[in-house]
């Protein structure tokens, strides 16, 4: 008996009551946790909510009611836990045999987002920074060099707009630090929005809205042959709160990103090796060094390779990801020719987008610093030391960046090679997961929304610890950002439970999610509970084969 029809005899067996106990608490939760974001982002400017001037007519829309910051940020902590406990309760529930409509799932998923992006942007002041960024471009100066402070003393509409007594300090006299596809989508919600802080911003939301919706797109088609895991894949990203409040809600650019690094890393296929005669020894027949006869494409190879540098245009660290279709191009019976094709797509891009962003662009590629963010995991072995009481950029070790880095290339090498490859006609979207683990887990500046860059490749996996560990972790972390705007007129306990999940808690549950990716790579514990997300012959093609 295989494992996936083990698998499907014990999810048929599974008490049916608690499984459809499961997946009511799950859908419950859920929704409960998302109309909370709603109501938050609806409720106008407050603690979550920069200020910004109301269109008259245009989105977004929203409708002040002045809620104070206990009641934002306790509300949404409480959501953010919700709408982790419920997607952790539908996965088990899905591993247990339910299996709830997918075009209702669906469709909730796309109604959720399509409602959150015409609200004001929530949870983070970044959208702001963009359409600055944007704004420079629209007027003629570049955001490589230009800064918002800058745009602000020149007089502009757009400048006068942005909130500085609300907005993070650090970035007022920064030059933007994104791609020059970033500044491309940052140029075009400004020409749309106009003269207006808040209608470049929902284009901003709405273009990330697009990408979301998207990679629903996509996992549902790659998936279609598997009830289970297509359910899965929808819990991890489609329905998922944490994510639609980090991505729509919040307008960060790393959803375009993750769109184009996923359909990147799933363009390249390794297909089986075509022969005329049937009698041809194994000697002779195109093998790949795991024993996986195939080739992968040129045409596949060259659109990984424009997808992936799309989104390294975007942000530099899906870089990563062409490593991955590098390290996969190995698996081809004649690897040099899928790599020089791959390479060839992923210049494509990145060259000319480069060279017209011009020097300034790739000066900040090379010398910008990798920073370190007040909620790191590594605060914890650096400030009992010195024992400071709160986390400053001035206490940390002067080469935490490098040894940051020299983790994440040891923590790297480790999952590249110990990481099961569930998916053996996806040949670059183990090493790319690997990749992008150890990179979200290890370096030293963390985000909650950059764990875009490996949800959507962990959402074409098969159902392991794994999910559980990635998933906390989001959760920590999102409640760290809860509050965009720091508030003065807060509670003390407020504001001291705020301190301890940036300064401790948070960097706690990063430190055992990091120890527990460890640990599973050297222990080989992953804990699947059913066969491999594709296999051979039941994965629906993006594109029709040549």
């Given at each position: 008996m295989s494992e996936r029809d083990g698998d499907e005899r014990t999810a048929r067996s599974a008490s049916p009551g608690l499984t459809r106990l499961l997946g009511w608490l799950?859908?419950?939760?859920?929704?409960?946790?998302?109309?909370?974001?709603?109501?938050?982002?609806?409720?106008?400017?407050?603690?979550?909510?920069?200020?910004?001037?109301?269109?008259?007519?245009?989105?977004?829309?929203?409708?002040?009611?002045?809620l104070t910051a206990t009641f934002v940020t306790v509300s949404l902590?409480?959501?953010?836990?919700?709408?982790?406990?419920?997607?952790?309760?539908?996965?088990?529930?899905?591993?247990r045999g339910a299996r709830p409509p997918v075009r209702a799932v669906m469709a909730a998923a796309f109604l959720a987002v399509a409602v959150v992006t015409v609200l004001p942007s929530a949870g983070s002041t970044d959208a702001i920074s963009y359409a600055a960024n944007g704004r420079m471009a629209v007027i003629g100066h570049s955001p490589y060099v230009m800064t918002p402070l800058q745009?602000?003393?020149?007089?502009?509409?757009?400048?006068?707009?942005?909130?500085?007594?609300?907005?993070?300090?650090?970035?007022?006299?920064?030059?933007?630090?994104?791609?020059?596809?970033?500044?491309?989508?940052?140029?075009?919600?400004?020409?749309?929005g106009g003269s207006s802080l808040a209608r470049i911003t929902f284009w901003l939301k709405l273009e990330e809205a697009l990408a979301f919706g998207?990679?629903?797109?996509?996992?549902?088609?790659?998936?279609?042959?598997?009830?289970?895991?297509?359910?899965?894949?929808?819990?991890?990203?489609?329905?998922?709160?944490?994510?639609?409040?980090?991505?729509?809600?919040?307008?960060?650019?790393?959803?375009?990103?993750?769109?184009?690094?996923?359909?990147?890393?799933?363009?390249?296929r390794l297909r089986p090796s075509q022969t005329n005669n049937s009698q041809t020894s194994s000697s002779q027949t195109d093998r790949t060094p795991n024993g996986v006869h195939g080739q992968i494409g040129l045409r596949d190879a060259a659109l990984a390779g424009l997808a992936i540098g799309v989104a390294t245009g975007i942000k530099a660290e899906y870089a990563l990801f062409a490593l991955a279709v590098a390290w996969a191009c190995r698996r081809s019976a004649r690897p040099l020719r899928p790599l020089a094709a791959a390479?060839?797509?992923?210049?494509?891009?990145?060259?000319?987008?480069?060279?017209a962003a011009g020097t300034p662009a790739i000066k900040v590629l090379i010398t910008r610093s990798p920073g370190v963010t007040w909620d790191t995991m590594y605060q914890l072995f650096w400030r009992p030391v010195l024992g400071d009481t709160?986390?400053?950029?001035?206490?940390?070790?002067?080469?935490?960046?490098?040894?940051?880095?020299?983790?994440?290339?040891?923590?790297?090498?480790?999952?590249?090679?110990?990481?099961?490859?569930?998916?053996?006609?996806?040949?670059?979207?183990?090493?790319?997961?690997?990749?992008?683990?150890?990179?979200?887990?290890?370096?030293?500046?963390?985000?909650?929304?950059?764990?875009?860059?490996?949800?959507?490749?962990?959402?074409?996996?098969?159902?392991?610890?794994?999910d559980w560990v990635v998933l906390l972790r989001l959760l920590a972390g999102a409640t760290v950002y809860v509050q965009a705007v720091q508030s003065p007129v807060q509670p003390h306990w407020l504001a001291?439970?705020?301190?301890?999940?940036?300064?401790?808690?948070?960097?706690?549950?990063?430190?055992?999610?990091?120890?527990?990716?460890?640990?599973?790579c050297l222990s080989g514990r992953w804990g699947w509970r059913s066969g491999p997300a594709v296999s051979a012959g039941r994965l629906p093609e993006l594109l029709p084969a040549t």
């Open positions: 799950a859908a419950a939760a859920i929704a409960v946790s998302t109309l909370i974001m709603i109501a938050v982002s609806a409720a106008g400017p407050n603690v979550s909510v920069p200020v910004m001037r109301k269109p008259s007519v245009s989105p977004p829309w929203w409708h002040a009611l002045h902590w409480a959501a953010m836990v919700l709408g982790c406990a419920g997607v952790i309760a539908g996965l088990i529930a899905v591993a745009l602000q003393r020149s007089g502009d509409p757009i400048g006068r707009q942005i909130p500085f007594n609300e907005i993070p300090s650090t970035w007022l006299t920064t030059v933007s630090v994104y791609g020059p596809v970033a500044t491309g989508t940052e140029w075009a919600a400004a020409e749309l998207a990679v629903i797109v996509a996992l549902d088609r790659m998936l279609r042959a598997d009830p289970a895991q297509r359910l899965r894949a929808h819990l991890l990203w489609s329905v998922n709160p944490l994510l639609l409040w980090e991505i729509v809600a919040s307008g960060h650019i790393d959803g375009l990103a993750a769109l184009f690094g996923l359909l990147g890393v799933a363009a390249l390479a060839a797509g992923f210049a494509l891009v990145v060259v000319p987008t480069y060279l709160q986390f400053s950029v001035n206490s940390a070790p002067p080469h935490l960046a490098l040894i940051a880095y020299l983790l994440f290339a040891a923590v790297a090498v480790l999952a590249v090679l110990r990481l099961p490859d569930r998916l053996p006609d996806l040949p670059a979207v183990t090493p790319a997961l690997a990749l992008s683990l150890a990179w979200l887990f290890v370096t030293a500046f963390q985000r909650p929304w950059y764990d875009v860059m490996a949800l959507s490749l962990l959402a074409l996996y098969s159902a392991s610890r794994l001291n439970l705020g301190q301890f999940d940036g300064a401790w808690l948070t960097p706690g549950v990063r430190l055992l999610a990091t120890v527990a990716l460890v640990w599973l």
